[in-house]
């Protein structure tokens, strides 16, 4: 058994896709509409049969409640795996990225980093260093 897709919930799936792509350099997997609604993935450019990112509308009031909470509390929607934290934060944070935590040593060789990814959601980036 693996994971093949999880989602985060976003207000804007346009800005999403701009912020997820643009930004942070994922590439578009799948984008479908049915009605209303909207299939919209992104993958790791290094991993394009891996791991679908859902970026799912947030529509239903139970999600939305959700989302605020979570992110009023400061708790990270996601976590993506960096090669360096630090230099990852440099490199966002040249972009205008705005960080809510900066890279901090939260156990022994576990380095992460938060922000705000500007569709509701707090994401947190990490590395293990070896």
Not at 74 to 95: C, M, W
Not at 103 to 118: Q, S
């Amino acid at each position: 058994m693996k994971i093949i897709l999880t989602r985060v919930f976003v207000d804007d799936q346009e800005r999403a896709l701009k912020f997820y792509t643009g930004t942070l350099g994922f590439v578009k997997k799948n984008d479908v509409s049915a009605g209303d609604y909207r299939w919209l993935t992104v993958v790791s450019p290094g991993d394009p049969n891996g791991t679908e990112l859902l970026l799912e509308l947030n529509d239903n009031p139970v999600v939305r409640a959700y989302q605020k909470g979570i992110f009023e509390q400061g708790i990270p929607a996601a976590s993506f795996g960096v090669e360096d934290t630090h230099a990852e934060y440099e490199r966002l944070k040249a972009q205008g990225v705005k960080f809510t935590m900066e890279p901090t040593e939260v156990v022994d060789r576990v380095i992460i980093a938060v922000f705000d990814d500007t569709c509701g959601n707090l994401i947190q980036i990490q590395t293990l260093q070896k």
